[in-house]
């Protein structure tokens, strides 16, 4: 979770909004993360901001990098030349586990080609690049066909399928439609008639004032947060940052104490077990004759407890110098209370991670909008002028 966390930090800079969850499904823990695509800052959509150009799979690319940084920084295993690899996308694992048709198949990846298209031009050009075979004759009544390499490549006789068989959205006038809406410009006219009001009065100043007024509690709570800890507003970023990292430390430092106190607990207790059968095995190897015979049926069990046990001790010990129950004892209560210290510091940096984060986002949202109406007052003055 907490890795998840610094990664979504780290990528969308607290700028959208997230769900984490974490999966224990499987032998390898995992998370999964859903994005609200709107920026809560400027209102852009995540591909506007960061799948524009003509770099291919951008915010991917930096999903990776960003992961492996997290990973090498974490002793965890990071995939070296990904590109040799022969895995799968979740994408297409998918289809082949639902068996889905070429038909799907072929759809998905041209919506993938308008999504980083220029124009329409680009878009038949860089059919090539994801796998598809284009045929475009703008002459014919059935001007646009399609067809994805693959299966020309499994069946050399396949032929190729109609954007209109594909639906509407896949004709050439809406194609040329959905690159423009992803280059911003929207083409879109409501079938129906809608009544445009504009305001022609001027902004209510009382309104106004309200926001401002609640601007400023809000700048004002995290400017406090801010003395709170010694810190500039300069450096409110920079701060929470920092404290995170220590968080992280710390769960680090909690999870192996944990990890320690289980192993030495499950020590203690083999070493209880191993008391309780000792003297039972004591007076077998004392015994001789029908009498061992005897006690070994009614003790059968014991026995057998005490020969696990004594590999299990042998296994940690070979040198046959395990510690006593009592001295597992001291180390267990040793560990805990530095466990209790180390929980009780990491509450006070999350609390201070958290009120950082929080108030580096409200004073950074705060100083956007003021910008956003200084260039308001600059342009109404240009305006006049």
Same mark, same amino acid.
Request: glycine share 2%.
């Given at each position: 979770? $907490? ?125 090539a690049e994801y796998g598809i075979l284009v045929e475009y004759n703008p002459e014919h009544t059935i001007d646009l066909k399609f067809m994805l390499a693959q299966q020309r490549e499994n069946n050399p006789r396949a032929k ?42 001027? $902004? ?30 300069? $450096? ?120 950082l984060s929080e108030a580096a986002r409200e004073i950074e949202q705060y100083l956007r909008q003021e910008q956003s109406r200084d260039q308001q007052k600059k342009r109404k003055r240009n305006d006049l002028e």
């Amino acid at each position: 979770m $907490e890795i998840a966390e610094e990664l979504c930090h780290r990528l969308l800079q607290e700028q959208y909004q997230y769900v984490i969850a974490i999966h224990e499904d499987h032998e390898h823990i995992h998370a999964h993360i859903i994005v609200n695509n709107t920026n809560m800052m400027t209102g852009k959509t995540f591909e506007t901001e960061h799948n524009q150009g003509n770099k291919k799979d951008r915010a991917w690319a930096e999903l990776r990098r960003i992961s492996d940084e997290l990973c090498s920084e974490n002793n965890l295993s990071v995939i070296q030349h990904p590109e040799n690899s022969k895995g799968k996308s979740y994408w297409e694992w998918d289809m082949s586990r639902q068996g889905l048709s070429w038909k799907a198949k072929l759809k998905y990846a041209i919506d993938q080609v308008v999504k980083v298209s220029e124009d329409f031009d680009d878009f038949l050009l860089k059919c090539a690049e994801y796998g598809i075979l284009v045929e475009y004759n703008p002459e014919h009544t059935i001007d646009l066909k399609f067809m994805l390499a693959q299966q020309r490549e499994n069946n050399p006789r396949a032929k190729f399928t109609r954007s209109r068989t594909l639906g509407w959205f896949y004709e050439t006038e809406q194609i040329k439609g959905r690159i423009a809406q992803y280059k911003g410009i929207m083409l879109y006219t409501p079938k129906t008639k809608v009544r445009v009001i504009t305001p022609k009065a001027e $902004e209510n100043k009382f309104v106004r004032d309200a926001i401002d007024r609640e601007n400023m509690k809000i700048t004002s709570k995290a400017l406090n947060t801010l003395a709170k800890y010694g810190v500039t507003a300069d $450096e409110a970023k920079t701060a929470s940052i920092t404290a995170y990292s220590k968080r992280f430390a710390l769960v680090q430092e909690l999870n192996r104490l944990s990890t320690e106190i289980k192993e030495l607990e499950e020590r203690a207790e083999t070493l209880r077990k191993y008391r309780e059968v000792k003297p039972i095995r004591q007076e077998y190897m004392s015994l001789s004759g029908r009498k061992k015979e005897k006690f070994k049926k009614e003790n059968s069990e014991s026995l057998a407890e005490h020969h696990m046990l004594t590999q299990k001790i042998l296994e940690w010990y070979p040198d046959r110098t395990a510690p006593s129950v009592e001295k597992f004892e001291k180390m267990i209560a040793d560990l805990t209370a530095q466990r209790v210290q180390k929980n009780t510091e990491y509450k006070a940096i999350d609390q201070k991670a958290r009120e950082l984060s929080e108030a580096a986002r409200e004073i950074e949202q705060y100083l956007r909008q003021e910008q956003s109406r200084d260039q308001q007052k600059k342009r109404k003055r240009n305006d006049l002028e």
